[in-house]
C-alpha cells in the first residue's frame, strides 16, 4: 500500500510541477527591425533560455538570453518576463546608415529584455512583445535602445 501512495503522491506532485509552466519549448518567428528565428526553453517553472538568430543591416546576429517569467494581470496565459544575455554580430557597413562604407563590423555585447507574452489555451501558440535593449563592448561600440521586437512561436508542452 505505501508504494502505490508513494506512487500516487509522484504523479500529483509532477502534475502540479507540470502546470506551473505553459510549455516546455516554443519555436517561432521574431520580427521588428532585426528580423529571425526565436527559441525558448524552460530550464525550470520559472526560468528560460532564449535564443535568437536574426538579420539587420546585411548581416546577422546570434543572442542568447536567461529569462525570468511572472504572472501578469492576473488572467490565464499572460506572463511577464525579464532578463539578460549576450549577443555576437556581424554587419556590413555599407547597408547601415550608422556606419562607415566599406567596413564590416563584428561586434560582441551585452542584452537586457523585458517582455510580455500571452500563451493560447486553445491551441499550441504563444506570442509575445518585448524591448530588447544591448550595448556593443567589441566592434562598433554603443548603446542601441532599438531592439524591441514581437514574436509567434509554436509551442512543445
Known sequence: MKKYSLVIFAIVLASFTMNAQQYKTGLGLRGGLAN?????????????????????????????LYEMHYPAF????????????????????????????????????????????????????????DWKPAINFVGHSGFWFDGGGLSIRYLFR
Open 36 to 64: 529571425g528565428i526565436t527559441v525558448k526553453h524552460f530550464i525550470g517553472e520559472k526560468a528560460a533560455l532564449e535564443g535568437i538568430v536574426s538579420s539587420r543591416w546585411a548581416g546577422f546576429g546570434v543572442t542568447g
Open 74 to 129: 492576473d488572467t490565464q496565459g499572460f506572463y511577464w518576463y525579464w532578463g539578460g544575455g549576450g549577443h555576437l554580430g556581424v554587419w556590413n557597413g555599407n547597408d547601415a546608415a550608422w556606419a562607415d562604407d566599406d567596413q564590416s563590423y563584428t561586434v560582441i555585447g551585452a542584452d537586457g529584455i523585458l517582455g510580455l507574452e500571452y500563451n493560447f489555451s486553445e491551441v499550441p501558440l504563444n506570442i509575445s512583445l
